[in-house]
């Protein structure tokens, strides 16, 4: 057992491992396979090895994840994710993801993804930094960089920096930055910059209406071509 502060059972997080729902604010839960869930702190959860993993709550504490294969962790303090397969975050304050095959964050602050084999997605986040993974798919986001991806989409963001991708798509952000992409295509934008790389420009007769994934695209102007080496 792990001994904490008093003071951390208001910590308590309900944690939900294959279906089975339990409350943990204090000491070492064993699973079946090797997996345990520990408070190695107050209000600092472990969560390691298990097939299928949800965390909820804990009254604004932070939880870990490593080495399992599906992980959530939902309206949680803080959220770290390593070696994990697939992973959700939502409501999180901070969330930090390495080394995952797929990432789902929504509604976050500080959101720092690296080196997904497969997709990470973000809907609603205050700062974001996506590296290195196949494909990064992006909205509602205040600060985006987004760098070394295969391809990358990005929807609604405020101040937007793509370094070294693939293909992109960005559509109806602020000021938007873009170095050394092979082939990207950005439409009804603020300011756009290119260092270099392939960019087409669109720009957008009608005003764009408020930011809801859900409306229809805004109505476009032929495209311009940008080129820049």
Request: net charge positive.
């Amino acid at each position: 057992m792990v001994a904490v502060e008093p003071k951390a059972a208001a910590h308590q997080f309900t944690v939900v491992i294959d279906g089975v729902e339990t409350a943990v604010h204090e000491g070492v839960l064993r699973c079946s396979g090797g997996g345990t869930v520990a408070v190695v702190g107050p209000g600092v959860l472990e969560v390691t090895r298990l097939q299928h993993v949800v965390v909820r709550g804990g009254g604004g504490g932070d939880v870990r994840f490593s080495r399992c294969v599906y992980a959530a962790a939902e309206d949680c303090g803080a959220a770290s994710f390593h070696r994990c397969g697939a992973v959700r975050a939502d409501g999180a304050r901070g969330v930090s993801v390495r080394r995952c095959r797929s990432a789902d964050v929504a509604r976050a602050g500080a959101v720092a993804i690296r080196r997904c084999a497969g997709a990470a997605r973000v809907r609603g986040a205050g700062e974001l930094r996506v590296g290195r993974c196949r494909e990064a798919d992006v909205g509602g986001c205040a600060d985006a960089a987004v760098a070394r991806c295969r391809a990358a989409r990005a929807d609604w963001c405020g101040a937007l920096a793509l370094g070294r991708c693939g293909s992109a798509d960005v559509t109806r952000c602020g000021a938007v930055r873009v170095d050394r992409c092979r082939d990207a295509s950005v439409s009804g934008c603020g300011a756009v910059a290119v260092r270099r790389g392939k960019v087409s420009v669109v720009e957008v007769h009608k005003p764009m209406a408020p930011p809801m994934y859900q409306q229809a695209e805004p109505v476009l102007a032929a495209p311009v071509e940008i080129m820049s080496k």
